[in-house]
């Protein structure tokens, strides 16, 4: 039993660690990555007190001091949550299973999903949203890459200076990606183009093993071995595992009041899930402390946290 699940390990998730931790409360951060959108930023020079660096690295300082405070990280993707008697259950896709007794909601704007069989069983073990992340893990080995747009080619170009060789998987006969950088991908010779394909199945048993995928023209099917499968079709508002438990907004964005509370009591919900304004990676940082804070004051009975200097 955890006192505080975190869904997301973003700027808002880690930042809520940090706190909840500092307050000795026995938290765990679930996620499918670590970092979030702020991943896809290569340049940040306005989160004070850093200087400019690249969003993973600002990301992973955020990691090591959640982990430093005592933050339990499991990778993992949420398909669903209920409440227990006095404690939240929240099951992922492999089949597992944690119970706490308050839930912060932080995962802001998740990869869109193909819907194939074994996607979410190798969500963050295998299958990845992010190149950038992730890339560095497959090393002289062979991966796959979905999508057709300017993240599924510049991610497919910088696998191939990584991995021995790279497919890119696309359902059209042609890229939505810049003109040149297309080019750069037809000429690169560790690229295997396979193309009016769909992915059908992720293939394997403990680890991933390979990618089945169906020709949208001919109908026949053909597996890849592949050790990793990047899916890079863009991000969606996803709250389908949480709206039986709290209210969300036309966006699917999770309502809240200005403590980070949702309607159900012992949820929070902080960053860019929310309808918070300005989408920043300082605002989610924020947002997040607030989300802890106001847990911690909930588990406490309303003893914890001082909500005013002047009290």
């Known amino acids: 039993m955890y006192d505080v699940i975190i869904v997301g390990a973003g700027a808002a998730g880690m930042t809520a660690a940090i706190y909840t931790c500092r307050k000795k409360l026995k938290t765990a951060i679930i996620s499918i990555d670590i970092g979030g959108q702020t991943n896809l930023t290569s340049h940040i020079e306005n989160y004070p007190g850093t200087g400019a660096m690249h969003g993973i690295e600002l990301m992973r300082k955020f990691q090591y001091e959640a982990a430093g405070f005592g933050a339990e990280f499991i990778m993992g993707k949420v398909i669903k949550v209920d409440k227990i008697d006095n404690s939240f259950k929240v099951t992922l896709a492999n089949g597992e299973a944690y119970d706490c007794k308050a839930?912060?909601?932080?995962?802001?704007?998740?990869?869109?999903?193909?819907?194939?069989?074994?996607?979410?069983?190798?969500?963050?073990?295998?299958?990845?949203?992010?190149?950038?992340?992730?890339?560095?893990?497959?090393?002289?080995?062979?991966?796959?890459?979905?999508?057709?747009?300017?993240?599924?080619?510049?991610?497919?170009?910088?696998?191939?200076?990584?991995?021995?060789?790279?497919?890119?998987?696309?359902?059209?006969?042609?890229?939505r990606a810049d003109e040149i950088t297309v080019e750069k991908l037809k000429e690169n010779q560790n690229i295997e183009l396979v193309l009016n394909s769909v992915p059908i199945k992720v293939i394997g048993d403990k680890n991933v093993d390979g990618i089945e995928v169906e020709n949208i023209n001919t109908k026949e099917r053909k597996e890849f071995n592949v050790d990793g499968i990047f899916i890079e079709i863009g991000y969606i508002v996803d709250t389908s595992f949480v709206q039986h438990l709290v209210k969300v907004n036309e966006k699917k964005e999770i309502i809240v009041d200005d403590k980070c509370n949702t309607s159900h009591p012992g949820i929070f919900a902080c960053g860019d899930i929310t309808p918070v304004l300005y989408k920043q990676t300082v605002i989610a940082a924020g947002e997040g402390s607030k989300a802890a804070l106001e847990c911690y004051r909930w588990l406490t009975g309303g003893k914890g946290a001082v909500l005013d200097w002047t009290h």
């Open 103 to 175: 839930l912060i909601l932080a995962y802001g704007k998740v990869p869109k999903s193909l819907g194939i069989e074994g996607e979410e069983k190798f969500m963050g073990r295998g299958v990845s949203t992010c190149v950038t992340c992730d890339a560095p893990l497959y090393k002289n080995r062979d991966v796959a890459v979905i999508g057709g747009g300017n993240s599924a080619v510049e991610g497919a170009l910088e696998l191939a200076t990584i991995a021995k060789k790279v497919y890119i998987i696309h359902r059209r006969d042609a890229f």
